[in-house]
């Protein structure tokens, strides 16, 4: 809610520990609250899945103009524009190559960015953006674009929480399975003691 357009975030931790969910729940929270428009969106983008190719990831996210590439027949919005007056939820940004990190941060700044292929007409947007990475920020993210990320939350893997925490999630992970095939289920004590004491990495996000 923080004036004119939030705070950018960054969600830190190991795979599995809730990030995607955190990010789903500040964008809903968003919605309910009103400081984002009925049909502002929730855009996702896994950075891992581009691993291998940078300039492919700079097309989605930043869109392309015709001929900007072999290939670009046509000009092709970007995830952030259809991102607009609505949430980007970047995850693995930490496979965001130093360029796009460049262009982001700037983008941060002002609101504008350039397509690949253009450099006259910049396009603006408003959008709010939520950032994932199970690395070592410092040794992966430029320092000028961390400058720009005010808000860092680093989620604990779940054998790392209280008993009270570990506990909440066993009985909600029982209950969405209950309402899934619509069966009632029961778990003795020792048994939910169990579970919330296992240390089984991810479990969280599962």
Known sequence: IYPPNG???????????????????????AKRLGTITPDGRFVVLNAAD???????????????KKGAFTGANTDSPGLLDQADHGYL???EIHRLPPASQEKLFSLLDSGDFYPLGENKQPHHVTVRFVFATTE????VLLKTFLRRVPLQVTLPAFINRTLNERT????????HE???IKQSIQIKLPTLLSLATTNA?????A
């Open 7 to 29: 705070l950018p975030i960054l969600i830190t931790g190991p795979s599995g520990v809730g990030k995607s969910f955190l990010a789903k729940v500040i964008f809903n929270e």
């Open 50 to 64: 581009y691993a291998n190719n940078p300039e492919l990831l700079s097309s989605v996210l930043f869109g392309y």
């Open 89 to 91: 939820f970047l995850d």
């Open 136 to 139: 070592d920020i410092d040794n």
């Open 168 to 175: 909440t999630l066993v009985l909600n992970a029982f209950k």
């Open 178 to 180: 209950a309402d899934r």
């Open 201 to 205: 990495p991810g479990t969280v996000g």
